[in-house]
């Protein structure tokens, strides 16, 4: 049996991204590991939500735990950077934000790790970072030189096909739905660039439980929740990667296999 270790920035990401392939690798019998950059203290969060005196990033990291479980991790670790914000605001400069830290430190906490748990997988994001957040755009850059440190022989780059999004964008148009007209061209890769594409429509239940872990953030009016089981099939019953070193193309369907 394989390791696979699963980076992100904020608590929330692991689950929308990585879910189905990780709970499948842990029921197929290998370790999981979360590793989470920050502890999500920027994230908003509705007026009366928190409890009076409650820090947002202690309630994050509680619903991190019960995310992980739900997915099947065996291990949990924050690297203990700060949350950054979207691209451009001023808490993108604030003290230890992870978009500020050093490539060369942050991968090296996180080497220590992959060396640790003698990972044969890691799950890192595009170099966009899906969407350009400045946290998700570090995750890549210091998940990558980790895996250089650490020696770890398979890394692949959570995305989303952009390619799927705009298709979905036209049916939705064609069966006469008022769709926002939103520029895709930052969101996810081409088609053409991704290797890997796993379906995990058997685990929807388990990515949604762990959506609903995420109340602070994903509530059940959101974009995640709200729609109906067959839309969310469609957008979330495939997970996209970019295995490093592999030829673009489609051809994968598991990041464990062979192992």
């Not at 799927?164 to 939705?172: F, G, I, S, T, V």
């Not at 890769?189 to 872990?213: G, I, N, Q, W």
């Not at 099939?233 to 592999?246: C, L, N, Q």
């Amino acid at each position: 049996m394989a390791t696979l270790v699963s980076f992100h920035a904020h608590p929330d990401d692991e689950c929308i991204l990585c879910g189905g392939v990780m709970r499948k690798a842990a029921d197929e019998g290998h370790r999981v590991v979360v590793v989470v950059a920050t502890r999500g203290e920027v994230g908003e969060v509705p007026d009366g939500f928190l409890d009076v005196g409650e820090l947002l990033s202690d309630r994050r990291v509680r619903e991190m735990r019960a995310s992980a479980e739900i997915v099947g991790a065996q291990r949990l670790e924050f690297l203990g950077y700060v949350d950054s914000g979207m691209m451009g605001e001023p808490t993108n400069d604030a003290p230890n934000t992870f978009w500020t830290a050093s490539v060369e430190e942050a991968a090296a906490r996180l080497a220590a790790i992959l060396v640790e748990e003698s990972a044969d997988v890691l799950t890192v994001y595009d170099d966009n970072g899906g969407y350009g957040h400045p946290d998700h755009i570090q995750v890549h850059r210091v998940g990558m030189r980790a895996a250089e440190l650490a020696g770890t022989p398979r890394v692949y780059q959570a995305t989303m096909n952009r390619d799927l999004m705009n298709r979905r964008r036209e049916m939705a148009v064609e069966a006469g739905f008022q769709v926002p007209d939103v520029d895709t061209s930052g969101f996810g890769k081409p088609e053409a660039e991704l290797t890997t594409a796993v379906d995990v429509t058997a685990y929807l239940d388990v990515k949604k439980a762990a959506m609903r872990a995420h109340a602070s953030q994903i509530s059940e009016q959101s974009f995640f929740l709200g729609q109906s089981d067959e839309a969310f099939a469609y957008s979330f019953g495939t997970e996209w990667f970019i295995r490093v070193g592999a030829e673009p193309g489609v051809a994968e369907k598991d990041l464990l296999t062979g192992l």
